[in-house]
């Protein structure tokens, strides 16, 4: 407590500020929501806004004046609606980000339960080998794909020099196939997580009892063991199914041009023209299906269990 | 299902079931541990090849194989562009994570200690930041900036961007701490006549120190990895390992690029060994701190 004679003012009326339940609220609460309603609130509002108003193609200037045109466009194609880039981006995102998640959470909940029943050096000695590429850049993880698949890639090649194949499969090429590996590999440690939180505070001798009790197997993972873990899986869940709609790095990288998903539609437009009009009403659908998509999973679970907290 | 059987038979049953019992069990416990296994070796093998890859002669696949080398490293090493967008990436993240960690501390206090109005309101758009794809942040604080504002993309938005992006990873870190932190030892110390800052250093701050190390980290790796929003709120002169390596990974050859992902995978796993002996990282990160290990 050696403060120095200068600070003791400032300290003095620190402490004088924080004395008061009022402003105690202002000063923890003041920043943090400062920083949410101008970086997150107000961008979104104006993006709402700019998705109704027309954008000049010269000057990137906004002419402010009601219009549906830029939703227009988005089904406007010269063709059925469900052929425009909009539509067929949206929905196979959609079809990635499914079969995405249902892919972790299969693979996730042996892994998950395997460590929430042991304990002690084993536990510590996997967990380590999972977070480390949990925290490896995403855009390595996303590179090491890119070297594993194609039709030189090591995949191909190392099956053709063991003999086994003459020529590259066309499975192991860039393309759907690849992207789903892809994402899965980004974003299995969220679904494994979350499902260990949950998994680690299941009393495991309920489902003894059950056994004992006459339960098959099937009859403990269905009555207790998934309900008891449901906030889990519809948690993890979440976490992998909303950034792979939005993916962008993976696809683009594993897809090789010959897949566009919404992300990178979004990304071409902003980059390419700047069409921020066409850009803000494809966002408002990734916006709009994702708040529906937290609404339903809040139903079930709160939000503190998805911090997995 | 065993009172259904008959008497007569049911000794020589059980002990039929006793057998099968047992080796059905062996056999899920083994497969159990296969599919882990496998698993694991689903996630590391992409990452051991680059670390092959960055000793190989031959940068993008294993054969035919070349020899190794170490050339890829000081290719990488030697890299005028790769130093500069090394350094801008760990200014940014350094930047972003100090400040998202000051917000969330204190915004964690808020949410565990007051009762007000409009509190889950507030925690919902705290944590929203990590949920919303990064494109479409991204593009929207973009446009908000540029169209909206007035100021063109450059050091400033992308580390504001960022520091709203690792503000939840300090959130649900930091107040899951002090949910299970026992208030009654702050009043003892003010009791004893310490005013709220010493309070705070003294006896708050010791405890939930792990936590805010575990938050910071992960909001400056959340900073230092992401891509996308970095290119669009950076401008021509704020240089960004990853669009560096982005830009890199298109053109399909650069040998430099396995090396400089295998440094990145060794850092990495330096500092989260280092990490989980000093503050129970995984604890933090699996949601299993308890008062005990904390």
């Given at each position: ?27 923890t ?79 996730a909940?042996?892994l998950a339960y395997l460590l929430a029943r042991s304990g002690g050096r084993l536990f510590k000695v996997v967990i380590f080998f999972v977070l480390l590429?949990f925290f ?53 440690p969220y679904m494994l997580l979350t499902l260990y939180a949950s998994l680690d505070g299941l009393d495991f001798s309920i489902l003894e009892a ?15 063991v998934?309900?008891l873990t449901?906030p889990g899986?519809?948690g993890g869940?979440?976490f ?61 679970v709160s939000i503190e269990e998805l911090g997995g907290a | ?35 882990s ?60 994570a100090?400040?998202?960690t000051v917000?969330g501390v204190l915004a964690s206090f808020a949410l565990t200690r007051y ?8 925690r919902?758009?705290g944590i ?40 939840p990873f300090v959130l649900l870190i930091v107040s899951a701490r002090l949910y299970t932190f026992d208030e009654s030892l702050e009043e003892a110390a003010r009791d004893l006549?310490a005013?709220p800052l010493t309070v705070f250093r003294d006896v708050t701050l010791p405890v939930i120190a792990p936590a805010v190390g575990a938050g910071f980290l992960f909001a400056w790796i ?47 796993a330096i500092a989260l060994a280092v990490a989980m002996n000093v503050g129970n990282v995984t604890g933090y990160v699996a949601g299993t701190v308890t008062e005990e290990e904390g």
């Open positions: 407590m050696a403060a120095d004679e200068p600070d003791e003012s400032a300290r003095a009326r620190a402490v004088r500020l924080l004395s008061g339940p009022r402003s105690r609220l202002g000063v609460v003041g920043p943090s929501a400062a920083w949410i309603l101008t970086l997150l609130v107000a961008p979104l509002a104006f993006m709402v806004a700019v998705s109704f108003f027309e954008v000049s193609s010269l000057t990137y200037q906004i002419v402010y004046e009601p219009t549906l045109n830029n939703y227009r466009s988005l089904f406007d194609g010269g063709g059925a609606i469900w052929n425009t880039p909009f539509v067929t981006a949206l929905w196979l995102s959609y079809v990635i980000a499914t079969v995405t998640t249902l892919l972790c959470l299969t693979l909940f042996p590429p490896t850049m995403y855009l390595v993880r996303a590179y090491s794909w890119v070297l594993m698949f194609g039709p030189g890639g090591v995949i191909n090649s190392t099956l053709m020099s063991w003999g086994l194949i003459d020529a590259p499969l066309g499975i192991f090429n860039y393309g759907v196939p690849a992207i789903i590996v892809g994402l899965t590999h980004a974003y299995f059950a056994r004992d009790l006459g339960a098959s197997r099937v009859e403990v993972l269905r009555d207790h998934i309900p449901l899986i519809i869940s979440l992998v199914f909303v950034p792979s709609v939005g993916a962008f790095i993976t696809p683009t990288f594993l897809g090789q041009g010959k897949v566009q998903m919404i992300g990178m539609l979004i990304e071409s437009r902003v980059a390419g023209t700047y069409s921020i009009g066409y850009a803000s009403a494809a966002s408002m659908f990734v916006l709009v299906s994702i708040v529906g998509a937290m609404i339903l999973a809040f139903r079930y | 299902m065993a009172t259904e059987t008959s008497e007569s038979t049911e000794t020589a049953g059980a002990t039929e079931r006793l057998v099968g019992h047992q080796t059905v069990e062996r056999l899920l416990g083994t497969s159990l541990y296969v599919v296994g496998l698993l694991l070796l689903f996630l590391w093998v992409p990452l051991a090849i680059i670390i092959f890859l960055a000793f190989a002669e031959n940068a993008v696949t294993i054969f035919p194989f070349e020899g190794l080398t170490l050339d890829n490293f000081r290719l990488a090493l030697r890299s005028d562009s790769m130093r500069a967008s090394l350094a801008g990436s760990f200014t940014i993240a350094t930047v972003a100090s400040v998202a917000l009762r007000f109005r409009l509190r889950e309101v507030y919902t758009f929203i930041p990590l949920v919303i794809p990064g494109i479409i942040l991204g593009v929207a604080l973009r446009i908000y900036f540029q169209n909206l504002l007035g100021i063109l993309p450059g050091f400033a938005t992308v580390v504001l961007a960022h520091s709203l992006y690792g503000l006549g005013d959340r900073s230092f990895e992401d891509y996308i929003r970095a290119l669009f709120l950076t401008g021509p002169n704020t240089d960004v390992l990853t669009i560096w390596m982005f830009s890199r990974i298109r053109q399909l050859d650069a040998p430099e690029l396995n090396a400089v992902s295998a440094l990145i995978v060794f850092g990495i």
